[in-house]
């Protein structure tokens, strides 16, 4: 039997801090890697087309691990 799986990872897609007592604890520092760093050096266009891919292509199973956003919340 095959089984078609899609496994992605550490997607660490931006976010807004909520609330302005996070700018005291390491959701900053995630916020400013992501936005000041991070932002330069890589693509964030490879989700939306990932989803499509796995929506016309449908799989037996998807798995995500990892970080889904760069400040934790």
Not at 31 to 60: D, G, M, Q, T, W
Not at 62 to 67: E, M, N, R
Request: hydrophobic share 40%; net charge positive; with cysteine.
């Amino acid at each position: 039997m095959k089984a078609r799986i899609i496994h992605f990872s550490d997607t660490h897609e931006p976010a807004t801090l909520e609330h302005w007592h996070a700018l005291f604890d390491k959701r900053l520092v995630g916020l400013v890697n992501s936005n000041l760093i991070r932002k330069k050096r890589y693509c964030r266009s490879f989700l939306p087309e990932a989803v499509e891919y796995i929506l016309s292509h449908p799989p037996e199973l998807v798995i995500f691990t990892g970080d889904a956003t760069s400040c934790g919340q």
